[in-house]
């Protein structure tokens, strides 16, 4: 088990997409180091589900239906926060995910394939796969940044993805969203940098998540053709595990550790960007 970084107690934590299978286990984690949490996310009732974990483990949480495409739903969030714990010290911008209509097939000219062509793509899936990713993590950004600079050691880190420095195939949208986030995380960690505001992101390789969930398992269980494919370009051989992503989580968050990062984006991926295929 990690040890207690004292440095976070009593520190307040939003975390849109608080109720995902990994940004979930790190809202838990920061709790456990003493971390007010406020999870932010469109089901108050699968934040509540979160926030009851915390609670058992002896934690402080509070769950906020909101909608990170919308501004002043994340200023009404921002309103309730500041009025029950007073202040945000920490941001982890982890709302995103992909949607089917952003998803795409090889493009097999005169034979039939599984998923929509290229040309066939809806540019309202991808707008909404692209802006849940990115406008999302700008307006969040915006909303608490403020509050952010009035705290003593603010932090944000923004959640991106392997495939924003090798695109997947079937993703495009989602792909290039998670680019993004990388020079978004960038820009913000240079035009904040005289002021205090650290900006870090973390890039998980291949973890199992409830949105890429049928694309990595079959229903027995066992790999798909495309896990196959990670697996052999995946030099440890196995998907990541939440708790793989905890340590670089606590180390960009507390100033102690990394108060003279700012700006990169840490890829967790089991030496998947190391390897060249042979």
């Known amino acids: ?59 402080t949480a509070i769950s906020i239906a909101t909608d990170v495409l919308d501004r002043s739903s994340l200023e009404s969030a921002r309103e309730e926060i500041k009025k029950l714990f007073g202040r945000v010290d920490l941001l982890i911008n982890g709302a995103g995910g992909n949607h089917p209509d952003a998803i795409t097939a090889p493009e097999r000219y005169g034979e039939e394939t599984e998923g929509k062509s290229f040309f066939d793509l809806d540019e309202n899936g991808f707008s909404r796969v692209f802006d849940s990713n990115f406008i999302g993590t700008f307006l969040a950004s915006q909303v608490f940044g403020k509050d952010l600079l009035q705290a003593e050691s603010p932090a944000i880190v923004n959640i991106s993805s392997m495939s924003s420095y090798s695109p997947m195939t079937k993703v495009p949208a989602y792909s290039a969203a998670k680019a993004s986030i990388n020079n978004f995380t960038m820009w913000m960690a240079v035009h904040f940098a005289e002021v205090g505001l650290r900006v870090n992101a973390i890039a998980p390789g291949f973890f199992i998540t409830k949105q890429n969930k049928d694309l990595l398992l079959k229903e027995d269980g066992s790999l798909t053709a495309r896990s196959n ?39 967790i991926d089991g030496g998947f960007m190391a390897y060249s295929g042979v």
Not at 14 to 39: D, F, N, Y
Not at 241 to 263: A, C, R
Request: charged share 20%; proline share 4%; with cysteine.
């Open 1 to 59: 088990m990690i040890p207690i970084h004292e440095n976070l107690t009593n520190r307040v934590a939003v975390i849109t997409g608080g109720s995902g299978v990994l940004c979930s286990k790190m809202a838990i984690e920061l709790a456990r180091h003493g971390v007010k949490i406020a999870i932010l996310n469109r089901t108050k009732e699968k934040g509540q589900e979160v926030v009851e974990l915390i609670e058992q483990i002896g934690g």
């Open 229 to 267: 494919n990670i697996m052999t370009a995946t030099p440890m051989k196995r998907f990541g595990q939440p708790e793989d992503l905890l340590g670089t989580l606590l180390w960009l968050v507390d100033e102690s550790y990394s108060g003279f990062v700012t700006g990169i984006t840490v890829p």
